[in-house]
């Protein structure tokens, strides 16, 4: 079974960017359904981005241009590029591994965007 560990949050000020990383171990992550969400403070949890085994991509439309989910191959691993973060993007950011009857999430890693 894939295990999925993110990592790449912290504090950052308004127009700011951070990179999300969610590295997988225990299965091929590149055939994968993958997806990023996030879960603020009481709020329901949101789809951000996700990216199929073929590198379609699509995205929420409060992130779409300033947001981009890419996989690399060779280290089993997805992004998230954030750039001109914005205080209404502080959340807890989770991945989700989905293949068949698999359905995988890592333990999230918090961003928080403040001046």
């Known amino acids: 079974q894939v295990q999925l560990v993110e990592s790449g949050g912290g504090l950052v000020q308004p127009g700011g960017s951070l990179r999300l990383s969610c590295a997988a171990s225990?299965?091929?992550?590149?055939?994968?359904?993958v997806g990023w969400y996030r879960q603020a403070p009481g709020k329901q949890r949101e789809s951000v981005a996700h990216?199929?085994?073929?590198?379609?991509?699509d995205y929420a439309d409060s992130v779409k241009g300033r947001f981009t989910i890419s996989r690399d191959r060779s280290k089993n691993t997805v992004y998230l590029q954030m750039n001109s973060l914005k205080p209404e993007d502080t959340a807890v950011y989770h991945c989700?591994?989905?293949?068949?009857?698999?359905?995988?999430w890592g333990q999230g890693t918090q961003v928080t965007v403040s001046s």
């Open positions: 225990g299965s091929n992550f590149n055939i994968y359904f």
């Open positions: 989700r591994g989905r293949l068949a009857t698999i359905d995988t």
């Open positions: 990216i199929t085994r073929l590198g379609t991509t």
